[in-house]
């Protein structure tokens, strides 16, 4: 069967991501998403440079699935704005300076020659949720995207409402008081109150006053520590029981409530649909890796967050040592994490183990008496054996490629060993990094 073939592209300041579609889309979204990859944006490096790791990873993606260029049917690429959905170009975002009329449509045409879409974030997202997610089956819906800064996508009368120049849904803009954090260069905006890089500013706003009223918080004792703070401190502060960080999200609860007002005020949508995704790592590994209920006030960490986790736990043999010295000085919630690594220890030297043993003739071999495994006995051997001892610390995916290829190995065969010991559930991906799982067995 011939199928035929379509890209997303996802450009954020913080990260940028690619996924490969199959088929066509309709009442829901179950079986056309086939694959995806993402890296860190990086914005120094500048636009080219990220452009350019944009096109390889969309690149791998279709080698990877055995996906032609020809396949492929359009290109759907979303980012911050400012930018011209129309001219296909982007207009310098706040997130990403240098992105100055980068007619990024046009680039993507010409390298994979498609037909390419860009539209605003936000937009993006109220689309998704309005065909299939909570806004589905309304005609009146607005999307609230919640990160270092903030916007919305607007569904009115069953069409998305861009504007006369793409920036309707800008609700960032909106000024709530007179005074209180900035945002969108205006102090108490509705981004300046309720976005991440908002919290963080209404905290050392509020942080100051604590100081000069000698209140005390886990998370300063003087104006030095409160240049510090960030919104995922306060999220982590305030499941420990800081008082502090209690009223910090208090009061942006509060100014959220007053913004959405607004919008139902002029707007009169059927629903308001709030962006605070974050993901559960896969748990078929083995691998319990779950973040703290309060993440999810933390509107944009979602899944790398929960991928630094990750890789904290795979290091922690090195931090051991200084755990539980920590764990009073860092407070409750630290003292929760720290607890969670102690269970991941114990988890990996229980019964329920992967064994792995070389032998002289390089062949590895893997006993698995975890219950997700797929079979107790695994032999690995010639290319299959590479990859796992060449991932046995984290290795980004490309890095993993070069190291092969340069022994001699062509890049298609690389990418089959890889899922094989993925379909095992020997070999953990997160993001674009990949990890051997199983542990050696000391003599």
């Known amino acids: 069967m011939s199928y035929l073939y379509s890209l997303g592209i996802d450009i954020g300041g913080t990260k940028c991501a690619a996924v490969l579609g199959r088929g066509e889309l309709g009442d829901t ?36 699935n055995g996906v032609k260029k020809t396949e492929l049917i359009g290109i759907g690429i979303s980012c911050g704005g400012p930018l011209d959905s129309k001219k296909g170009t982007i207009n310098c975002p706040p997130n990403l300076p240098d992105w100055d009329n980068v007619p990024i449509t046009a680039l993507f045409e010409e390298r994979f020659g498609v037909k390419a879409v860009l539209h605003n974030d936000a937009n993006a997202c109220a689309v998704a949720e309005w ?19 903030m916007g919305a996508g607007l569904i009115l009368n069953g069409r998305l409402y861009t504007g006369a120049s793409d920036m309707a849904g800008e609700v ?13 260069g205006k102090k108490g905006s509705f981004e300046g109150f309720c976005s991440g890089g908002g919290i ?17 918080s886990v998370l300063f004792e003087s104006e030095k520590d409160i240049s510090l703070i960030t919104a995922a401190k306060i999220a982590e502060a305030m ?45 078929e590994y083995g691998l319990q890796l779950e973040p703290l209920h309060t993440y999810q006030y933390v509107y944009s960490l979602g899944q790398d967050f929960i991928n630094d986790v990750a890789y904290v736990y795979q290091q922690v043999d090195d931090e051991a040592r200084y755990l539980d010295e920590d764990v009073a000085r860092r407070g409750p919630a630290y003292a929760k994490l720290a607890d969670m690594v102690r269970k991941w220890e114990e988890s990996v030297v229980n019964p329920d183990r992967l064994d792995m043993s070389c032998r002289p003739d390089g062949t590895i071999e893997i006993m698995d008496f975890r219950p997700c495994s797929t079979k107790m006995f ?22 993993l490629l070069g190291k092969l290829q340069n022994m001699g190995y062509e890049a298609e065969d690389i990418v089959k060993s890889i899922e094989a010991l993925q379909e095992d ?17 000391e003599d």
């Open 29 to 64: 979204t179950d079986g056309f998403i086939i694959d995806r990859s993402a890296f860190k944006t990086d914005v120094k490096r500048g636009y080219k440079a990220v452009i350019d790791e944009l096109f390889s990873t969309a690149e791998n993606l279709l080698l990877k």
């Open 378 to 399: 695994h032999t690995l051997q010639g290319l299959t054996a590479e990859v796992y001892r060449q991932t046995e610390q984290v290795i980004e995916g490309s890095q």
């Open 239 to 283: 499941y420990g029981g800081d008082e502090f960080s209690k009223e910090v999200f208090k009061t942006s609860a509060e100014y959220l409530g007053r913004g959405l007002s607004v919008i139902i005020d002029i707007l009169n949508p059927e629903m308001i649909v709030i962006g605070s995704i974050y993901e559960r790592n896969r748990a």
């Open 131 to 149: 065909r299939f997610g909570a806004g589905k089956n309304t005609e009146n819906m607005v999307f609230l995207t919640f990160g270092t800064g």
């Open 200 to 216: 963080a500013d209404l905290a050392k706003i509020i942080g100051r006053e604590y100081l000069n009223e000698n209140k005390k």
């Open 172 to 184: 960032g803009h909106i000024r709530l008081s007179e005074g209180g954090p900035e945002g969108y």
């Open 425 to 441: 559930r020997l070999l953990l991906q997160i993001g674009r990094e990949y990890l051997a799982l199983a542990i050696e067995e």
